[in-house]
């Protein structure tokens, strides 16, 4: 259980429609983004998605000069790094 990417590049400041497939029938994900180092509320955290099925996420336009990670809530050791350009 893993993503397939461990990095995606988005671009700072605008909103954009995020398509997230989960390949494992049965299981649930979904994909949340927070500050890197953040304990508080994620900036983002879409709905939980049971395989095998795809859902688009609205995800919010994120800051400029942060670091920040994706994440599934329900599995913490499955995240990757967010690229900002």
């Known amino acids: ?12 400041g605008v909103a954009v429609e995020l398509a997230f497939t989960n ?7 979904n994909v ?5 180092g953040s304990t508080g509320e994620p900036l983002f955290n879409g709905a939980h998605l049971t395989g095998i099925a ?3 996420y609205g995800i919010p336009a994120l800051e400029a000069g ?7 809530e329900i599995h913490p050791n499955m995240k990757g790094t967010i690229e900002l350009q």
Request: charged share 25%; aromatic share 12%; net charge negative.
């Open 1 to 12: 259980m893993k993503f397939d990417l461990a990095k995606i590049t988005l671009t700072a």
């Open 23 to 29: 390949n494992d029938a049965g299981i649930p994900h």
């Open 32 to 36: 949340g983004i927070r500050e890197v």
């Open 54 to 56: 795809t859902i688009e």
């Open 66 to 72: 942060k670091s920040y990670e994706f994440f599934c």
